[in-house]
């Protein structure tokens, strides 16, 4: 992994949660010059084994350009979804030599050959991360509701004292006097340049996905906006995302998956309110969101 000193593409798939896809449309010298490195747990490698893509006595596991790597049982949190939150954001920790990375989400297929997407998303944009905007949300706030009323994540409480804390500290709702289109990301296609911004944004997210729950696109905003120095992201239409990668949905199972937990019941529509018919701490925050707020 240290002889990664150029372009690096991960993507990771635990407790066999997704099908590998090879990535498509890559150049004739794209294999010379970029790393792909796919990290996956023993579930998933035995799946792999049972479907005989190859044999678990190898010493070297490769399916198309994915180079497979086991991560050891020893070594995982017990929530899969969490445990690609490591390579998802600590990849230049992982590789420390390379100078670009992309992320690719296990339900993706890449079908653009990277070095293109680095050039004209990150490198003619002259920024620090390229990531998609969200389909639907704008607003931070929204897709923790959302998160709360579909089972995203089965803790709601921690849903609500995690936003409330970003609000205690200064979380805004998305206006046009940000700088950025949107205060929510679809995280499943990352492109980045390694670089002091990038290492502390990924960093900094990572403590918060481990303090919180892996739902990244709730602490996005929050980090991106008061962390410093200053991240700069491209923030692309959604167009360009479906152009550049093909979305699956994930291997269905029976009870199991990243969100297992207590059953909860259904979220209210106000995910805030308390006992005196207020919006709590995020109070200001939602009232700015709907445009009701007269400060």
């Given at each position: 992994?240290?002889k990664?000193?150029?372009?690096v593409v991960?993507?990771a798939?635990?407790?066999?949660?997704?099908k590998?896809?090879?990535?498509?449309?890559?150049?004739?010298?794209t294999?010379?010059?970029?790393?792909f490195?796919?990290?996956?747990?023993e579930a998933?490698l035995?799946?792999?084994?049972?479907?005989?893509?190859f044999?678990?006595?190898?010493?070297?596991?490769k399916i198309g350009?994915?180079?497979i790597?086991?991560?050891?049982?020893?070594?995982?949190y017990d929530?899969?979804?969490?445990?690609?939150v490591i390579?998802?954001?600590?990849?230049?920790r992982?590789?420390?030599?390379?100078?670009?990375s992309?992320?690719?989400d296990?339900?993706?297929?890449?079908?653009?050959d990277?070095?293109?997407l680095?050039?004209?998303?990150?490198?003619m944009?002259?920024?620090?991360m390229?990531?998609?905007q969200?389909?639907?949300?704008v607003h931070?706030?929204e897709e923790?509701m959302?998160?709360a009323?579909?089972?995203?994540?089965?803790?709601v409480?921690?849903?609500?004292?995690?936003?409330?804390?970003?609000?205690?500290n200064?979380?805004?709702?998305?206006s046009?006097?940000?700088?950025?289109?949107?205060?929510?990301p679809?995280?499943?296609?990352?492109l980045r340049k390694?670089?002091?911004?990038?290492?502390?944004?990924?960093?900094?997210?990572?403590n918060?996905?481990?303090?919180?729950?892996p739902r990244?696109?709730?602490p996005?905003?929050?980090?991106?906006d008061?962390?410093?120095?200053?991240l700069?992201?491209?923030?692309?239409d959604?167009?360009?995302?479906?152009?550049?990668?093909?979305?699956?949905?994930?291997?269905?199972?029976q009870?199991g998956?990243?969100?297992?937990?207590?059953?909860?019941k259904?979220v209210?529509?106000n995910?805030?309110?308390?006992?005196?018919?207020?919006?709590?701490?995020c109070?200001?925050y939602?009232?700015r969101?709907?445009?009701?707020?007269?400060?």
């Amino acid at each position: 992994m240290e002889k990664c000193n150029g372009l690096v593409v991960v993507s990771a798939i635990f407790n066999d949660h997704d099908k590998i896809r090879p990535p498509r449309g890559l150049g004739s010298k794209t294999l010379d010059y970029a790393c792909f490195f796919m990290f996956v747990d023993e579930a998933t490698l035995r799946r792999l084994h049972l479907h005989k893509l190859f044999s678990t006595k190898s010493k070297d596991f490769k399916i198309g350009a994915w180079r497979i790597i086991k991560v050891s049982s020893d070594y995982l949190y017990d929530n899969p979804t969490m445990n690609g939150v490591i390579p998802k954001y600590l990849v230049h920790r992982l590789f420390p030599n390379s100078k670009y990375s992309i992320w690719v989400d296990g339900k993706l297929q890449l079908m653009i050959d990277p070095f293109l997407l680095i050039h004209s998303l990150v490198v003619m944009e002259n920024v620090d991360m390229a990531i998609s905007q969200h389909p639907f949300f704008v607003h931070t706030m929204e897709e923790a509701m959302a998160t709360a009323r579909w089972k995203k994540w089965w803790d709601v409480n921690g849903l609500k004292v995690q936003m409330e804390t970003y609000c205690q500290n200064g979380l805004q709702p998305w206006s046009s006097d940000k700088p950025y289109p949107t205060d929510v990301p679809d995280s499943a296609l990352i492109l980045r340049k390694h670089s002091a911004a990038t290492n502390l944004f990924g960093c900094l997210l990572f403590n918060e996905l481990e303090g919180f729950n892996p739902r990244d696109q709730l602490p996005f905003a929050f980090v991106r906006d008061k962390m410093n120095p200053k991240l700069d992201v491209n923030m692309y239409d959604v167009e360009v995302f479906e152009q550049v990668a093909i979305e699956y949905r994930h291997n269905l199972k029976q009870g199991g998956g990243a969100n297992v937990g207590p059953k909860t019941k259904r979220v209210s529509s106000n995910l805030f309110a308390n006992e005196n018919r207020t919006c709590g701490k995020c109070e200001g925050y939602l009232l700015r969101m709907w445009g009701e707020s007269h400060d």
